[in-house]
């Protein structure tokens, strides 16, 4: 779909290049062993405030789009960017050393 901080440039698709797929994204992590309630307590503000009008259009303005979600999204969305690029990580060779 069209960002809506470029709205007037025209998707991959549209150009079409149907196959080719970019995204970007961040998140928050916890530290390893935080307790289920405390990840759900941070889930539920980060999610609070990500609805507010202004934090949004601040993001906007910054390039950025909210998303927001739960845990369970950012797994799934991990999950599907690592076997999306994982391949072409290892088919360039490259190592972070």
Do not use: C
Request: avoid cysteine; charge should be positive.
């Amino acid at each position: 779909r069209r960002t809506k901080v470029l709205p007037n440039v025209p998707t991959f698709a549209e150009q079409g290049f149907p196959s080719i797929q970019a995204s970007s994204w961040f998140a928050m992590y916890a530290p390893p062993k935080t307790a289920a309630v405390d990840i759900d307590t941070l889930n539920r503000a980060v999610n609070k405030v990500l609805a507010l009008a202004d934090v949004a259009d601040r993001l906007l303005a910054l390039g950025l789009e909210v998303g927001g979600g739960s845990p369970g999204d950012l797994q799934r969305l991990m999950e599907v960017e690592s076997n999306r690029w994982g391949p072409v990580i290892r088919a360039s060779g490259f190592r972070a050393d």
